[in-house]
């Protein structure tokens, strides 16, 4: 068969751009295609996924632990009362060793009453504080005996919940009366009854008139392994020694009136100890504070800061994820060279390879991340369950790591998209 020239001519020109028209796939159809080709390939597209999985989870269920014990422990130390300074007497020291806050007579009960005095401070409480052996017929247990007056239970917010505490009458006549722990409680009487029976204390025995409820565990100390005697008795039987001048304590509580006034209840009661001891500047204290809104403040900081730093440190295993994602990308796009050439061939653009491998690259994280969240949560839960600290979870931790993951899953797909786009159809249909 004869062409005519005109024919030829007309045939060897290029057409115009206007002539071709090229059709545009349906957003709907490259996500079908995209989640069709992952489907196929079930097992590979899973163990893609993991990585992302993985990821997503451990910082969803590391922050939520994180913030968990911190909400608890947040608690634990409020229910002690943010409103109380802890005055310490000063350390003393053996062969050049600190043994540590209120280890030497260097406050008294005088101080305290002073201190009382005070316009901006509430209520004060002494105490005396030492570790002995307790025993109650052939049990025994050794723990921390508190010397303390009737102010202690208000100021620390802590109350009998079995029996009574001390009154004013206690105090003065230094009574042999014993108000015990509920871990030191347990120890020596199991579930049997304690109120009305005697214990031994450095050979004294001392009738047991109640038991505390539980505190639980606060600043690395066992709030419940104690025992409360009046503070007379424990000066004058458990101790046996007093300052130069007046009744050696290891320290007082102070509440303020409210929080507002802790940093003047500080000032005032700073200066008034520092006149009171003839310590001029710039010689150091004799006495140590404790702020409990300061603790409080500092350990919320310290758990967010390590909450943070180990969420980040979990991130880093998305990363491996995405890294894992584009390589399982690049060799779908090497195993599928002949179907690219099809396409093409047929008259898809470059534009409709590079989306369909965007998508399934997108597809596959995003599938990963609500697996993550679900998986996060779902520890999460358990941990809080188990042992037992308020289940949060924060918002931002889920919204950031399912955005982490799409992003993860577009940047890990966007080297292999574009070399499935860039494919000469003619070399990509000689491929096998």
Not at 52 to 77: F, H, M, P
Not at 320 to 336: D, K, P, Q, T, Y
Not at 345 to 360: D, H, M, P, V
């Amino acid at each position: 068969m004869k062409l005519s020239k005109q024919s030829v001519k007309s045939s060897s020109k290029p057409h115009s751009k206007s002539s071709i028209q090229v059709a545009k796939v349906p957003f709907a159809e490259i996500l079908a295609m995209a989640a069709e080709s992952l489907w196929n390939n079930r097992l590979r597209t899973a163990l893609t996924m993991l990585g992302v999985i993985i990821g997503i989870a451990a910082v969803i269920a590391i922050t939520s632990v994180g913030q968990g014990i911190q909400k608890a422990t947040e608690s634990q130390l409020q229910a002690l009362g943010t409103n109380s300074i802890n005055v310490l007497a000063g350390f003393a020291r053996t062969g050049g060793i600190s043994q540590g806050g209120g280890s030497a007579s260097t406050l008294t009960l005088e101080d305290a009453q002073a201190v009382a005095k005070a316009p901006a401070i509430k209520l004060v409480s002494v105490y005396l504080q030492r570790n002995r052996q307790i025993s109650y017929g052939n049990q025994n247990t050794s723990t921390t005996i508190l010397g303390t007056d009737v102010n202690y239970s208000p100021i620390r917010n802590t109350f009998p919940q079995e029996g009574r505490y001390f009154e004013q009458e206690d105090i003065d006549n230094a009574k042999s009366l014993v108000v015990l722990g509920s871990k030191v409680r347990s120890d020596l009487f199991g579930r049997s009854n304690a109120i009305g029976e005697r214990i031994r204390i450095q050979g004294e025995q001392y009738q047991v008139i109640g038991v505390m409820e539980s505190k639980g565990a606060s600043g690395g100390l066992d709030q419940d392994d104690r025992v409360y005697i009046p503070l007379k008795n424990m000066s004058a039987r458990i101790v046996g020694n007093n300052a130069l001048q007046g009744v050696a304590v290891s320290g007082f509580w102070v509440q303020a009136f409210d929080e507002s006034e802790i940093e003047a209840a500080q000032f005032q009661l700073t200066n008034l100890l520092r006149l009171r001891h003839k310590i001029y500047l710039p010689q150091n204290d004799d006495f140590r504070i404790v702020n409990q809104t300061d603790i409080v403040s500092a350990f919320t900081s310290i758990v967010g800061l390590l909450t943070l730093m180990v969420g980040a440190i979990a991130a880093i295993s998305l990363i491996v994820g995405g890294i894992g994602i584009a390589n399982i990308m690049l060799v779908s796009v090497v195993e599928r060279t002949r179907e690219i050439g099809v396409r093409k061939a047929l008259g898809a653009t470059r534009s409709a390879i590079l989306s369909q491998f965007l998508t399934e690259a997108i597809l596959v994280s995003g599938l990963g991340g609500v697996v993550g969240i679900s998986l996060g949560v779902a520890i999460a839960y358990g941990s809080a369950t188990i042992f037992q600290f308020p289940f949060v979870i924060s918002i931002w931790s889920v919204v950031a790591g399912f955005g982490l993951s799409m992003v993860v899953g577009l940047v890990a797909g966007v080297i292999p998209a574009r070399s499935a786009a860039k494919l000469d159809p003619i070399q990509a249909l000689r491929s096998d």
